[in-house]
C-alpha cells in the first residue's frame, strides 16, 4: 500500500534562510513524487515532480526537492526563503502501477518564515 | 479563464438537507477527482472519474453520489447532510497517466450547522 509521511507539523525559518519541508514514502512499485503548495483559501497548485532521471528536480518559486531512493524520501528545499513562502505544503506519492490511480496526499507542513 | 472551477465556493445547510457541488475543468484532462480536507488540512481521496467512468470508489457512505455527465464536469451530490460532512471539498483534474501532476479547484467550504 502507498503512503506518505511529512514527520513535522510545522516548520519555522527565517527570511534569507535555507528551508528544507521533508517528506518519506512507500510505494510498492516505481513511485512518482509531487510536492503541491496550499496558500489560505486555495486550492493545491502544484510546484514540483519527479518521475525519473535527475534526482533533484527543480520547480515553481525557487524550490527544489531531491530524490533518494535509499531512504525512500522526497525532501523539498529552498535556499533562501521568503516570507511569501509560507504555506501549507503536501508531499504526495502515486505508484506506476497504472495511470490515473489515487494519488496519496501526506498530511501537510506548515512552513511559517520569519521577517 | 479559470481551469478548474467548482461552485459555490461557500455552502451553508442544515442537517438533513440534500446539496450539490458542480465541477468543471477545461484544460481538456480526461480525469477528474474529489477530495475532501478535513478542519485539520488532511487530504483524502473520494471518487475518480476517467472518461465519465468511475475508477476510485474510496470508504465514503453512499449518500454522496458523484455524477460526471460528460469527462469536463464532475458533480457531488450529498444526501441527508450530517454534522461531520463539514470540510472543504477540492475538485481536481488530470490526464491519465500517473507521471501527470493534479490540477485543483479553490475549494467548496461546506458547514452543516
Known amino acids: 500500500a502507498q503512503s506518505v509521511a511529512q514527520p513535522e507539523d510545522q516548520v519555522n525559518v527565517a527570511e534569507g534562510n535555507p528551508l528544507t519541508v521533508k517528506c518519506t514514502y512507500s510505494v510498492s512499485g516505481n513511485p512518482y513524487l509531487f510536492w503541491y503548495v496550499q496558500y489560505p483559501n486555495r486550492g493545491l497548485q502544484f510546484l514540483l515532480k519527479y518521475i525519473t532521471g535527475d534526482n533533484l528536480v527543480k520547480g515553481s518559486y525557487g524550490f527544489e526537492a531531491e530524490f533518494n531512493k535509499s531512504q525512500t524520501s522526497f525532501h523539498l528545499k529552498k535556499p533562501s526563503a521568503l516570507v511569501s513562502d509560507s504555506a501549507l505544503y503536501f508531499c504526495?506519492?502515486?505508484?506506476?502501477?497504472?495511470?490515473?490511480?489515487?494519488?496519496?496526499f501526506g498530511a501537510g507542513t506548515r512552513l511559517f518564515v520569519k521577517a | 479563464d479559470t481551469a478548474v472551477s467548482q461552485t459555490p465556493k461557500y455552502l451553508v445547510t442544515q442537517m438533513g438537507n440534500d446539496k450539490s457541488i458542480k465541477c468543471e475543468q477545461n484544460?481538456?484532462?480526461?480525469?477528474m477527482y474529489w477530495y475532501k480536507q478535513d478542519s485539520k488540512k488532511f487530504l483524502k481521496i473520494m471518487f475518480s472519474?476517467?472518461?465519465?467512468?468511475?475508477?476510485i470508489n474510496e470508504t465514503v457512505p453512499n449518500r454522496f453520489s458523484p455524477k460526471s455527465p460528460d469527462k469536463a464536469h464532475l458533480n457531488l451530490h450529498i444526501n441527508s447532510l450530517e454534522l461531520g460532512d463539514s470540510a472543504v471539498y477540492f475538485c481536481?483534474?488530470?490526464?491519465?497517466?500517473?507521471?501527470?501532476?493534479?490540477?485543483f479547484g479553490q475549494g467548496t467550504r461546506l458547514t452543516v450547522v
Open positions: 504526495a506519492v502515486r505508484d506506476d502501477g497504472g495511470g490515473g490511480f489515487k494519488t496519496i
Open positions: 484544460l481538456g484532462h480526461d480525469t
Open positions: 481536481a483534474s488530470s490526464q491519465w497517466d500517473s507521471n501527470t501532476e493534479a490540477f
Open positions: 472519474y476517467n472518461n465519465k467512468e468511475l475508477i
